[in-house]
């Protein structure tokens, strides 16, 4: 069974949808019990991060997300959670990845929304995607390149556009949102 995690964060019904057109059946659950007994877990998340931190610590989910074996996959502000700091309300993440999420600066249109490529090896969870091929973004902020970053893309800079350490996967992009290249994404990280 495949869990997305349920916090005050939106998107999750898109990610729902977009499993189950794939055919892969999952629930949306803030139980730890259904989460911990998961095969794939699914952070997913648009919103403002410190917020969403306080909502996770008070139900006791950022020592639960941490502690996750099984693959576990962050979208958008799932990634920038799993990261040490936020600019976004100058909060403490989950400290997954040692990186920080910093705002753009405001040198061109903000926020970065729409189609773009990005830099990868195409293995993993980019596993038959090429370079070439574009996902959805939409973000004002945006997570440092750092150790665990495996794809890159650049909008006014260079930024982690994914990130992998461990168990833990994280995407800035919407994969939901992407397609076909966000949906063979998804299944490659669904077949991890």
């Known amino acids: 069974m495949i869990a997305i995690i349920k916090y005050n964060a939106g998107n999750i019904t898109s990610v729902k949808n977009a499993l189950n057109m794939l055919g892969f059946n999952c629930m949306v659950t803030d139980r730890e019990s259904d989460i911990r007994n998961a095969d794939k877990v699914i952070f997913p998340g648009v919103g403002e991060a410190s917020s969403a931190m ?9 020592l639960l997300i941490k502690s996750l074996r099984q693959p576990v996959l962050g979208i958008c502000l799932g990634q920038q959670l799993m990261c040490s700091f936020s600019e976004e309300g100058n909060v403490s993440g989950l400290d997954i990845f040692n990186a920080r999420v910093r705002k753009f600066p405001p040198r061109e249109i903000v926020p970065h929304m729409g189609w773009n490529n990005i830099m990868h090896n195409a293995s993993g969870l980019f596993a038959g995607i090429k370079e070439s091929e574009d996902f959805y973004f939409v973000h004002s902020y945006y997570c440092e390149i750092a150790q665990d970053t495996i794809s890159t893309c650049d909008y006014i800079l260079p930024f982690s556009a994914a990130m992998q350490k461990d168990n833990f996967y994280a995407v800035q992009f919407h994969p ?3 397609a076909e290249t966000g949906a063979k994404l998804l299944i490659n990280f669904l077949r991890l």
């Open 176 to 178: 939901e949102k992407s």
């Open 54 to 62: 306080r909502y996770l610590k008070q139900k006791g989910m950022d």
